[in-house]
């Protein structure tokens, strides 16, 4: 069963600018995280946010959580051609061992 | 440090073959992972195993696939005999334990087709 629904599906944006993605839940959770997912290749952890925390940054990304909404946002500034790829956002429930994810958002930088 | 290891990296086979793909996890990581992701869609758990104790498999379909960790460390998942429904990327991922903090680490992925 999937727990997150990524929002948009699909993101098409112009380098520079900056892309945001957002990711809701239904349960309560223990954390949330983020992955990355070039085209054919594995998945790349990037950021972990706990339900006690409401935003956490790492280089260019930074992540919110609100958990009172079930949701979280994915903010990369300044985009670039290498940020091409597509996102998952995966929730740690409360109680459960296991990491549930979402249907993704595909971002397209263009050059 | 080594990633997780998988191999074949693709593979095809006609339906009713069985296939199994192995995997090699980070070293000392007790937590191993098999996800299925479908195109166009996100990871499924498969299976979880904590050292060689299955934690969860409740998505695994029993009756066709089977995964063991016989010694705490490399795993194999078959398939036996296959659908054409089981087309899809098969990912194993470890991580040190359970804890809720814990990263997952990937793999690159073993594509199957089935024909």
């Known amino acids: 069963s999937q727990q997150g629904e990524e929002d948009p599906q699909a993101l098409s944006i112009q380098e520079g600018e900056n892309a945001t993605m957002n990711c809701s839940y239904k349960t309560s959770i223990n954390n949330l995280q983020w992955y990355r997912q070039n085209s054919g290749r594995g998945l790349v952890h990037l950021i972990l946010i706990r339900s006690n925390e409401r935003e956490k940054h790492s280089g260019r990304l930074r992540v919110t959580l609100d958990t009172s909404k079930k949701s979280s946002s994915l903010l990369i500034t300044a985009s670039r051609a290498a940020d091409t790829a597509s996102y998952f956002c995966a929730t740690l429930s409360q109680g459960a061992q296991k990491l549930v994810f979402g249907q993704g958002t595909r971002l397209t930088i263009n050059p | 440090e080594a990633g997780v290891a998988q191999s074949p990296r693709y593979k095809i086979i006609e339906k009713r073959q069985s296939v199994a793909f192995w995997c090699n996890p980070i070293?000392?990581?007790?937590?191993l992972y098999w996800y299925q992701q479908i195109l166009g869609q996100g990871p499924k758990l498969l299976i979880q195993?904590?050292?060689?104790?299955?934690?969860?498999d409740s998505q695994l379909p029993k009756d066709r696939f089977s995964a063991e960790r016989l010694k705490g460390v490399d795993s194999t998942l078959k398939i036996q005999p296959a659908k054409l429904e089981d087309s899809a990327v098969y990912l194993c991922a470890s991580s040190i334990g359970t804890g809720t903090g814990n990263t997952i680490y990937f793999g690159e992925g073993s594509w199957l087709t089935v024909v």
């Open positions: 195993f904590q050292n060689n104790g299955v934690v969860d």
């Open positions: 070293s000392g990581h007790a937590t």
